[in-house]
């Protein structure tokens, strides 16, 4: 009965590969959100799903492309790693009204280390 | 940039002491919430406070918000070694939540 879940927990990669995260929440949520924590815990918002709907992207290099098959899902996909990339990805959604954000519901996090 | 700042970044109390950490952001919002991260873990909420509302109380747990000085506190009473985790704020007054970099809360048993 998992809310917000992410696959894989951890992923170890050699850099110049591509990967892919999965996240799918059971919620019935209509916003979803891909965040990056990097190594001083600071959290940055990389995209936001409305519906299926891209709404936010934030100055993300276009490496990282987010697909949303269907409100429930969303998946992030990294082509050509960088040792930058390394950090933890949350996944999370919301039932948002308007310009007023609601309780976000994370996921457990992705831990991705590049060599 | 940066919405939310937390204060302090790292706090150390005994187990039954109160913990406070505070925040402070930059422009309006419309509400401010604040959260939780065990280590290795993801976030959990814990309140959400309006812009309109001055505190609010969940259990332990006491937050206000002051609109006029763009800040809010988070008092944690009769902490417990389990409180041990990182808090932090999130605001949400550029169009999306915009979290703080957070304070890492240890209590000692």
């Known amino acids: 009965d998992t809310a917000v879940s992410q696959t894989p927990k951890y992923l170890v990669t050699q850099m110049g590969n591509d990967k892919s995260i999965k996240c799918e929440q059971n919620?019935?949520?209509?916003?979803m959100y891909w965040y990056k924590q990097d190594s001083k815990k600071f959290l940055k918002i990389m995209f936001s799903?409305?519906?299926?709907?891209?709404?936010i992207n934030e100055t993300v290099p276009n490496r990282f492309s987010p697909k949303s098959p269907d409100k429930a899902h969303l998946n992030l996909h990294i082509n050509s790693l960088e040792l930058g990339d390394s950090a933890v990805y949350f996944c999370?959604?919301?039932?948002?009204?308007?310009?007023?954000?609601?309780?976000?519901?994370f996921g457990p996090g992705t831990r991705l280390t590049v060599l | 940039s940066q919405q939310g700042e937390e204060d302090p970044q790292a706090l150390s109390i005994q187990e039954g002491e109160n913990a406070t950490m505070n925040c402070s952001y930059k422009?309006?919002?419309?509400?401010l919430q604040w959260y939780r991260q065990n280590s290795g873990r993801g976030l959990v909420h814990l309140i959400l406070?309006?812009?309109?509302?001055r505190e609010k109380h969940s259990g332990r747990l006491r937050v206000t918000l002051d609109t006029s000085k763009k800040s809010s506190s988070l008092l944690i009473t009769a902490s417990r070694a389990a409180d041990t985790a990182s808090y932090f704020c999130?605001?949400?007054?550029?169009?999306?939540?915009?979290f703080g970099k957070g304070t890492k809360l240890t209590v000692n048993p």
């Open positions: 999370a959604s919301s039932q948002d009204q308007g310009n007023s954000y609601n309780e976000q519901f």
């Open positions: 919620l019935g949520h209509d916003t």
């Open positions: 799903y409305n519906n299926k709907e891209l709404i």
């Open positions: 422009t309006s919002i419309n509400n």
């Open positions: 406070i309006r812009s309109n509302e």
């Open positions: 999130a605001t949400d007054g550029s169009e999306k939540l915009v």
